[in-house]
């Protein structure tokens, strides 16, 4: 399973000591650092995610195609929905990639799975290591670490950033 444009599809993420990358509908840390990498990074691509972190954000991000993955057949982005690319499988969701960009899985829990679990799909994962340990609900998903090897890891302020490609 490709994009159909032929999109590299990188894994976008920031992943506590203890595994944990939300809690209560949000992010149980702010680090402005980590939010100018997000953004630089997928400025101009097209972002994937679940119904409820699009929830959690409110509304699409600027200069970004954002494809929300949900089982609900009537979900709608409300007053964004005109800007909004809406699937319900991660076939349909991967044909939405906007032509001449990437990929940029930006969660949840779920659909980072959906995403690991199918096999050479995933071409790079950037990980945002943040060094606490905070309560949260959701974590990020076990997956075959040798299928992936660290091809840099560069320390910024407040977090440490690793960047994973298939092995």
Not at 42 to 56: K, P, V, W
């Amino acid at each position: 399973m490709t994009t159909p444009t032929g999109a590299r599809v990188v894994l976008v993420a920031a992943v506590a000591r203890n595994g944990v990358i939300g809690a209560d509908g949000g992010i149980p840390w702010h680090l402005p650092a980590d939010f100018a990498h997000f953004k630089a990074t997928t400025t101009g691509h097209t972002l994937l995610m679940g119904r409820a972190t699009y929830e959690s954000i409110g509304r699409p991000l600027p200069r970004r195609t954002t494809v929300v993955l949900t089982r609900d057949p009537a979900w709608s982005a409300g007053e964004h929905a005109a800007s909004v690319r809406v699937a319900h499988t991660l076939d349909e969701a991967l044909a939405l990639v906007e032509p001449g960009t990437d990929l940029y899985v930006a969660g949840g829990a779920g659909v980072y799975a959906a995403v690991l679990a199918q096999p050479h799909l995933a071409d790079e994962q950037l990980i945002s290591e943040v060094p606490l340990s905070p309560d949260g609900d959701v974590r990020y998903p076990a997956y075959d670490e040798d299928a992936w090897r660290e091809a840099s890891r560069e320390e910024r302020d407040g977090f440490t950033l690793v960047r994973r490609v298939r092995a």
